[in-house]
């Protein structure tokens, strides 16, 4: 039992959990509209920690969008599907719940990823990180998240200067001892 909670993580199954009881909760007018807005949402995410921008297409990636849009229709087929069988059964009412508890399960997922993604883009922004770490359930990482963000900036830091060095001794190589290429 405890190496498949390890597998699936705590935090899927948490939102399982969550799903299930807004999906009693909530009416259902809708939710497919919400896969898509998920979806789109987490594409634009993507394409910025991708560094893709409105102004300039240079890093978008074709095979990646396709790939998304397949898994796209895929939820929606799967939720599809759960439904049809489940009319076909004559549960008419209660297969709502299940193609809802699915719906907010892949919304879920949907903004985990997108949070991940933007937090990838704006790395210094604190209020995404924490924003990131509360989604995706991670309590123990948001009562440290001064310390990651310290460290994170020693680590560009460090970076900057090891550039700089880098930089420097290009500079300041006679004529003729640079490297080719």
Same mark, same amino acid.
């Given at each position: 039992? *405890?190496?498949?909670?390890?597998?699936?993580?705590?935090?899927?199954?948490?939102?399982?959990?969550?799903?299930?009881?807004?999906?009693?909760?909530?009416?259902?007018?809708?939710?497919?509209?919400?896969?898509?807005?998920?979806?789109?949402?987490?594409?634009?995410?993507?394409?910025?920690?991708?560094?893709?921008?409105?102004?300039?297409?240079?890093?978008?990636?074709?095979?990646?969008?396709?790939?998304?849009?397949?898994?796209?229709?895929?939820?929606?087929?799967?939720?599809?599907?759960?439904?049809?069988?489940?009319?076909?059964?004559?549960?008419?009412?209660?297969?709502?719940?299940?193609?809802?508890?699915?719906?907010?399960?892949?919304?879920?997922?949907?903004?985990?990823?997108?949070?991940?993604?933007?937090?990838?883009?704006?790395?210094?922004?604190?209020a995404l990180w924490l924003i990131y770490l509360m989604?995706?359930?991670?309590?123990?990482?948001?009562?440290?998240? *001064?310390?990651?963000?310290?460290?994170?900036?020693?680590?560009?830091?460090?970076?900057? *200067?090891?550039?700089?060095?880098?930089?420097?001794?290009?500079?300041?190589?006679?004529?003729?001892?640079?490297?080719?290429?």
């Open positions: 039992m *405890d190496k498949t909670l390890t597998i699936i993580g705590v935090e899927k199954l948490w939102a399982v959990v969550a799903s299930t009881l807004l999906a009693v909760v909530t009416p259902t007018a809708g939710f497919l509209t919400a896969i898509v807005t998920g979806w789109a949402f987490n594409m634009w995410c993507g394409m910025r920690a991708d560094g893709v921008t409105l102004i300039s297409c240079r890093n978008f990636s074709w095979r990646k969008f396709v790939f998304a849009l397949a898994e796209l229709l895929m939820y929606v087929c799967l939720v599809e599907v759960v439904a049809l069988v489940g009319y076909s059964m004559g549960d008419g009412a209660e297969i709502v719940y299940a193609c809802k508890t699915m719906a907010y399960f892949i919304i879920y997922c949907y903004l985990d990823n997108g949070l991940k993604n933007l937090c990838k883009a704006h790395p210094r922004r604190k989604v995706h359930m991670d309590l123990r990482r948001v009562a440290k998240i *001064d310390e990651l963000m310290e460290r994170y900036k020693e680590h560009t830091e460090k970076q900057k *200067d090891e550039d700089n060095r880098n930089t420097t001794k290009k500079d300041n190589a006679e004529p003729g001892t640079e490297p080719e290429g």
